[in-house]
């Protein structure tokens, strides 16, 4: 039985490690954020100008599998909630050209930020990819997530913390 035992440790790991909130989490959840970064486009974009609205901020990278497999649902996230804005981090040192190329490939249109030199505190630092953040439409962390996300979680999220977490401040 030890035996047993021993060699699904490996596994148990793996899999409490993909179920927990990102560790930067704690130090986020409850906490006012806000961040300046250029777009790809160079435009400027500060996190507190989405305040109002659900903000999921998603820190990821092109090699990434889990990374791009939930892109697609933010994507459409971003586009049928008119209270949710999507804005992606990347999380790697690609060319301008090759991300571009990358996101238009999937039809990106939500904002994407480079994760720059400085890190986003308190996002950051991060313990793996992809890494999920909601904030509040009063500008807090209401939420953390280490690993690939479905919608159903966003909206669990939005659904429960509204009272919480909502607009008013």
């Not at 961040?35 to 507190?48: K, T, V």
């Not at 238009?104 to 480079?114: F, Q, W």
């Amino acid at each position: 039985m030890l035996i047993r035992l021993a060699s699904l440790t490996p596994v148990l790991v793996v899999v409490l490690a993909l179920s927990v909130p990102a560790a930067a989490a704690g130090d986020a959840i409850g906490r006012r954020v806000d961040f300046l970064r250029h777009d790809i486009d160079g435009r400027a974009l500060q996190l507190s100008a989405f305040r109002g609205r659900w903000v999921v901020v998603n820190f990821w990278a092109s090699w990434c599998i889990p990374c791009v497999r939930e892109m697609p649902m933010l994507r459409e996230l971003h586009r049928s909630r008119s209270d949710v804005v999507v804005v992606g981090v990347n999380f790697e040192q690609i060319g301008e050209q090759a991300l571009r190329d990358f996101l238009a490939g999937l039809d990106i249109d939500y904002p994407v930020v480079r994760a720059g030199d400085a890190p986003l505190v308190p996002f950051e630092p991060l313990d793996g990819l992809p890494s999920t953040f909601l904030v509040s439409p009063a500008g807090r962390v209401a939420a953390a997530h280490l690993g690939e996300i479905d919608r159903a979680w966003i909206e669990a999220v939005i659904s429960t913390d509204a009272d919480d977490h909502g607009a008013r401040e």
